[in-house]
């Protein structure tokens, strides 16, 4: 009696989680929506990076390279690219340095999870309003902010200043995320043994010294991981400059070219000057540079691996 | 002096050294609540006075007095709300006809459009999640390796060809213009989703790469023996999907449906494209920031464009008071979003 009752369920498990009998009901929604619009438009970016589509018309000849050759020499496309490379090194040096002191001190300090939301908070709150709540708190004449600062001698145009505008929306979005970054890396903090930090006391290390030598090795994973996020993202920012240099009668990118970051650039060949061909062969380019870029900075830091293993 | 009392010594500066270093690093954590908060309550604030008195009540002042709202008065969120009289926004803006948006309809379609797409994207997540997770089929892996892969396309990447699929221009198959026409009550205006919700939520609607990832890891840590036992009985795997794996993974779904709801919610690029020339059919987000392109740029009606400012993120700060801490929580799970 009990061989049969044995063998029978080894006999149907091949089939009981098998084939795509079983899987296709799960999978077709899902896969319904990446082909659609994930991987054909994926391919049909790059397809439309190779002519001279035009929005309005929507039609558009194969051009072969050209859009690419042009490229070399678009002065505003070299522009796009120095303003997004000046605005990613700002926004992550401020914001992973900002994120790594607040989470070292809610790990001494607090593990209180009303802190934790509220350090969230502003990652939540649309881009679009953070924008307007600066561009008036910052605004010139007005804005408490602006006054504040310059109590302490800082006199500036913020978003209205050629050479402010990109560190102005860098301090906005170092406001908006570095709670969040901190969370990310007060979640790793919590994997390193406290008795490693005992330890180090008991043999007299400093504070900065179990910083460099246990806190920032063994967070390494979570940091790789944490750069490559903030890298991404940054590349990717956009509503905050349309919203705040695009407002009150201002030119999105503006002043002049101060602001126009890679994608606004995009944007606006594509919807502005309706040159779709050129825009997809910029967003085939930011494509690329941003898998580059993941691939050797985990490489470089060594994501997969912990010290701890 | 002696090396013993050095040693005191010593001691003692240590102990007040870390407490000095604690209380730092509390006056730290004090000052970033401080700089969190703020500017919300500065912009309710600037919402709860009149453009005049912001613009006069400001000379002579210091930082200090101007804390606290003088005159507070709620015109200008009944303004936003669509509920003052034209006297009332004569006083309050100086013109009769003041550029404004419909906060009202704006809020409606931004629950609409970001309802549509957690529930959409969470249950259509979760079903591939347990494909994923629990069955076993040809290619598996690789088709999930392909999802993967869908997380690096930068959003404005796939901007134009999703465009053109809301147009009903789906490449070689094409749904423009009056190819719809025998469908019982289509009238062609040649657009086909654009300037509607449809259009705005779909791309979002079957699943994000991310959405599945994170279901997919949760369910893998799930014991299997419960569904073995659900198998052997013969139950179907949708079964086991909505009796076994559903209630122990709605805590997660939920999560998810949040995190899902308030990113639709703050979506701007998309709906700007394919709703930003129908003010019916903007959610909040798009409306915001069209009036704001709309506003003069000598003496804007900024206690009208706080009180909108506010009200567009309040929905959001309200899942926040709520789900606040099932959020943070959440980033310990996934580590990583």
Redesign the interface.
Known sequence: MAAPVASAPRGKKLNLYGGWKAAWPFLLPSFIGFMLFFFIPTLRGIYLSFTDWNLLANRGDFVGVENYERLVDDPLFWNAVRVSAWYVFLNILSQTAFAILIAVAMDRLTKSSIIRSIIMLPYLIPNVVVALIFLWLLNSNLGIIADLFSWFGIESNYFAGPNAVIPTIAGVNTWRHMGYTALLIFAGLQTIPKSLYEAGALDGASEWQMMKRITIPLLRPVLALVLVITMIGSFQVFDTVQVATGGFGGRPGGPGDASRVIYVYIYELAFVRNEAGRSSAIAVVLLLTLMVITFFQLKLLRANESDLA | MSSALEGMAGGATRSVKARM??GA??A??AL??I???F??Y??LR?GLVSNAS??EG?QGKG?IE?VLPDDPTAVNFRRVLGQATEAEILEATGRTNSASFNYLTALKNSVIIAGAIAVGQTV??A??A??FS?????G?DA?FF??LT?M???????????L??I?G?F?FFDFTGESLNWIPGYESDGLFLLGTLPGVI??F???T?FA?FFLRQFFLGINRSLE?AA??DGAS??RI?RSVILPIARPQMITLGILTY?TA??E??WPL?TVGRFPEKQP??VA??VF??Q???TQ?D?SG??SG?LL??LP??I??MIF??R???S??FS???
Do not use: C
């Not at chain 2, 690096?152 to 999703?162: A, D, G, H, S, T």
């Open positions: 270093g604690r690093a509390w730290l954590l970033l609540v700089v969190t908060i500017p919300f500065w912009t600037t912001l613009f400001n930082v101007r259509f997540s079903l591939a347990y494909a629990r069955l076993q089929f040809k598996r088709l392909l999802y869908g690096m396309i930068p959003p404005i990447f796939v901007l134009v060809p999703n053109f699929l147009l221009d490449w779909a791309p609607f079957f699943m790469p599945v073995e198998l052997i795997h949708f999907f308030i919610w703050n701007f690029l494209v909040l987000t915001l920031g704001t392109t506003q003069p740029g804007p900024w464009l706080m400012t567009a993120a959001v700060i899942i926040f606040g801490k959020l943070v929580d980033i310990q580590g990583i979003k």
